[in-house]
């Protein structure tokens, strides 16, 4: 168990459709980042957020937008969707000052049709 | 671009052997570096971490890491079918916090 939960954890969108997935992480974990991970890939950086803050992203348009929360969780929103969206979108928390431990959620299934 | 590569596989192996996986990765600045376990339809979890070169070792997985080469491995000695797994090496970008970058994995298959 790593203490963060995600919902939800699995999911079928049609093309063009919004969808926010959400992540609760453990108290003190006030930094979190969002990975897409598509079939037979690794994991890929969307973004990260320090308190409340979004101050890394990777190569993901802006459709793909983030929240993050004072009671550690936070949400990933993805806007028009697209068929190429469908993957698993997994949440990492860490704790402050310990970035290269963090600790990942069980993922949500996204599947577009 | 920041890249860490992997072969995809499936690498084989006998059980009881030893599997051997493979990384390298492009940022020379890189300093922390990672092993993960993936079993399908689950979130990556942590094997191993090392951050200095050389060898780490923990029960029957050992680390090895050349930042010269720009080079990453890992060992999975005395291999069990449990162990059949994607293994995926990630690389943290230490200038961006939390910024990890994974290769695309190696399937292992164990062989009873």
């Known amino acids: 168990e790593t203490g963060v939960t995600q919902s939800p954890t699995h999911l079928i969108k049609t093309r063009g459709q919004q969808v926010t997935l959400r992540c609760s992480s453990q108290s003190g974990h006030n930094t979190v980042s969002w990975y897409q991970q598509a079939l037979g890939q690794g994991p890929q950086f969307i973004f990260q957020?320090?308190?409340?803050?979004?101050?890394g992203r990777g190569n993901f348009p802006p459709r793909f937008s983030g929240l993050q929360f004072p009671n550690y969780s936070s949400e990933l929103n993805v806007n028009a969707l697209e068929l190429d969206d469908s993957a698993l979108y997994l949440c990492?928390?860490?704790?402050?000052?310990?970035?290269?431990?963090?600790?990942f959620g069980e993922g949500s299934w996204l599947t577009v049709v | 671009q920041k890249e860490v590569e992997q072969n995809s596989g499936p690498l084989s192996v006998p059980e009881g052997a030893i599997a051997s996986l493979n990384c390298t990765y492009s940022?020379?600045?890189?300093?922390?570096f990672f092993w993960y376990r993936q079993y399908s339809g689950k979130s990556p979890e942590l094997i191993m971490s090392?951050?200095?070169?050389g060898d780490k070792e923990d029960g029957r997985f050992t680390a090895q890491l050349n930042k010269a080469s720009q080079y990453v491995s890992l060992l999975i000695r005395d291999s069990q079918p449990s162990d059949s797994a994607t293994y995926l090496c990630a690389v943290n970008i230490f200038w961006s916090g939390q910024n990890f970058v994974f290769g695309p994995g190696t399937r292992l298959s164990v062989l009873p």
């Open positions: 990492a928390s860490s704790i402050e000052g310990d970035g290269n431990t963090i600790y």
């Open positions: 090392i951050y200095s070169n």
């Open positions: 940022d020379r600045v890189s300093q922390s």
């Open positions: 957020y320090y308190r409340e803050e979004e101050n």
